[in-house]
């Protein structure tokens, strides 16, 4: 019985406060998460809904597609349908991410209605080299505008080229071919998992 | 009461210049060092530290005389702890941007040797106005010397310092030559050398002083 | 075999291409304070790899076992911590009792490391890459152990020779130390994009 006694004199305050500083965590955590919620949808849906512009709201597809990555894992993704202001479809957007440089990069991709050709795609995150890699994140920089209108199909990288030409070709930053190889790679991964299982369930043509 | 005073602004100045903890006393090197990219990220971090340390410096002084001595420690890392996860939340929801930037090292405050350093050495054995003079002294000191390692980086590398809010806007842009072109300031290395060099300088200073 | 593969290159990669010191800034203060000493430096590695190979399978398994199935997502660093102060703790009482040359040649160092950011860091980078199995989780957290070893190590010998070197007064002491430490890394980006 001491001991037990013992243990409490000792121990009370650490007790105490853990469920004190429980029930601070659980208040902040009620009052903000739906704010950080809405953050990361309103950003998903800023860079989707700025390629996809006829797009005025995007809902989810049901299951979730699984894609197998390039280092050999399974990844459920969730594939958004963008539908214009008549409630069709005016593009498809969909979250992913690969290896790059120095660490993951984080890609939104848009897609058009008919699956044929890319809308483009933003950086949700990445971390690759200030300079040279990172150029991939300029909106609207020569590599990200390569992508708009190229077909939904398997891209190539090239280290020279013409990059106004809009085409499967993909000419690489310099100084950056690891990551413009990243960016293809992913591109490549996912849009054509994506396109064969979306024409599965039948919602391509 | 005059006595008690002149110790609360004592402890608040220590931390600015004679004990700054980056500069003076060396520690906190991984924020220091990894968030210094921008002026922004600077910013936020150093708000984040004095915020978790005020806080921190606050409790613990209050409950300073119920403290058993071996479970110390572990109170420190508690209540560190539970109030990182509180400016977690706060940045995710109020500053996705700066958030998704600074990524983990927002929870590495936790292992922010300043924090714990200043529980244990003023917190633990001080009322609570001194704690809070000192977590502010010693939050300053350390958002100050981030700022300037901030600002010299980030205008070397890329010859401007950026703001984003809802929209970005440039606070100063320097003219475009080579010289503040400097990606290497941008990673790893220029973060380095720059507070090598800074301390150096420091140490220089007050030599020449004494 | 693409497993092994796979375990293969990502230890590696966190090793020596992603080491946690030189690119990520991780464990900056062990890695600038006790690397006067080659000895030291070498013990002060091996107990941050014990312990972070140890920290990163609980976490993960912590992290998937019970934070994730019960949506306790906002207690993770605070289970985090305790899970690898209470670690530390455990660890040195048990090397102190059983293995007591072991504890001589590392143990003094494990009640400084609980708050060394490359273990929380560690684990936290595991949980960030969404690391989904148990072997990966062991590998990558040994790997980093082994990278923060051979960065210390490094910085080590180079510092006891800086002794004997004639370093101009200002520079002495900390700031000759971050400088070394940003040639090391630059070094050290030789490796970037090797391993992707």
Known sequence: MSKLRFFWEQSWLLLVSSLIFGVLLAMADAALAPRIKRNETEKFTRLAGGMLPEAVRFEPVEPKIAVTASNGKTVEVEVYRGLDEQGRTAGWAFACEGGGFSDKIKLVVGVDGRFEKLAGFGVLSSNETPGFGDKITIPGGFFQKQFVGAPADKLTLVKAGRPEQIDAEIVAITGATVTSQAVVDILNTYVLAIRSALKEQGLLN | ?210 | MQTLESLLLGFIGIMIVNNLVFTKFLGTCPYLGVSGRIDTAFGMGCAVTFVVTLAGALTWTLDYLVLIPCGLDVMRYVCYILVIAAMVQLVEMYVHKFFPVLYESFGIFLPLISTNCAILGMCLFINLWGIDNLPEAVVLSAGAGLGFTLAICIMAGIRENLELADVPAALRGAPITLITAGLLTLAFMGFAGMIR
């Open chain 2, 1 to 210: 009461m005059a006595e008690n005073q002149t110790s609360v602004g004592k402890s608040f100045l220590a931390g600015l210049w004679d004990e700054n903890p980056v500069l003076r006393l060396i520690l906190g090197m991984c924020p220091t060092l990894a968030v210094t990219t921008s002026l922004q990220a600077a910013l936020t971090m150093g708000a984040s530290v004095i915020f978790v340390l005020i806080c921190s410096n606050l409790v613990v002084s209050a409950m300073r005389n119920l403290l058993k001595p071996h479970l110390r420690i572990l109170m420190f890392t508690l209540t560190i702890a539970a109030f990182v996860t509180i400016a977690d939340l706060f940045l995710k929801a109020y500053q996705p941007e700066m958030s998704a930037k600074l990524g983990p090292y927002i929870p590495l405050i936790i292992v922010n040797c300043i924090i714990i350093c200043r529980a244990e050495a003023c917190a633990s054995k001080n009322g609570l106005l001194v704690s809070l003079a000192d977590a502010l002294g010693m939050g300053l000191g350390f958002t100050g010397a981030l700022t300037v390692l901030a600002v010299i980086r980030e205008l070397l590398a890329t010859g401007q310092i950026v703001f984003t809010f809802s929209r970005s806007f440039t606070l100063i842009r320097l003219p475009d030559v080579p010289l503040f072109r400097m990606a290497g300031m941008a990673m790893p290395v220029g973060a380095f050398l720059t507070l090598g060099l800074m301390l150096g300088l420091v140490k220089l200073l007050t030599t020449k002083r004494a």
